[in-house]
């Protein structure tokens, strides 16, 4: 009976000690943390645009970042929420994609002057 109960306590350890190997391979993967925030900026080829980032931390604090830039752009922040905003300075088009926490927001637009307001939590 002993030799049984040792069997079934070894088979335990290695059972969690593959899943943990399996949990961690996940992440090592790609898997986002519920803070990370990735922000994709594509469209039409050095289509310029204004942007105002506001990145909000888990306390609640926020941080502006404002930039002048041109298609395309990618950018990563740490934070619980994002709330964007980007005016077009060209005629061409601009799609914004925007990841946290596994989920995605697909925004487009075009012409000279149009804004993009979005909001992720």
Same mark, same amino acid.
């Given at each position: /009976? ?6 079934? +306590?070894? +088979? &335990? !350890?290695?059972?969690? &000690?593959? /899943? &943990?190997?399996? /949990? /961690?391979? *996940? =992440?090592?993967?790609? &898997?986002? *943390?519920? @803070?990370? %925030? ?16 506001? %990145? ?7 941080? %502006?970042?404002?930039?002048? *830039? $041109? ?7 740490? #934070? !619980?929420?994002? =709330?964007?905003? %980007? ?10 994609? !925007? ?5 995605? @927001?697909? *925004?487009?637009?075009? #012409?000279?002057? $149009? +804004?993009?307001?979005? @909001?992720?939590?």
């Amino acid at each position: /009976m002993k030799k049984f109960g040792k069997e079934r +306590r070894r +088979r &335990a !350890v290695l059972g969690g &000690a593959v /899943m &943990a190997s399996v /949990m /961690m391979a *996940s =992440q090592a993967g790609g &898997a986002q *943390s519920a @803070s990370e %925030i990735d922000v994709s900026v594509t469209g039409t080829p050095d289509t310029r645009f204004t942007a105002r980032w506001d %990145i909000v931390a888990p306390d609640g604090s926020h941080r %502006i970042v404002e930039e002048q *830039s $041109s298609v395309p752009l990618k950018r990563h922040f740490e #934070g !619980v929420a994002l =709330q964007a905003s %980007i005016t077009l300075l060209d005629a061409g088009r601009l799609q914004l994609d !925007v990841e946290k926490g596994g989920n995605r @927001s697909h *925004s487009s637009t075009g #012409g000279e002057g $149009s +804004r993009l307001n979005l @909001s992720v939590r």
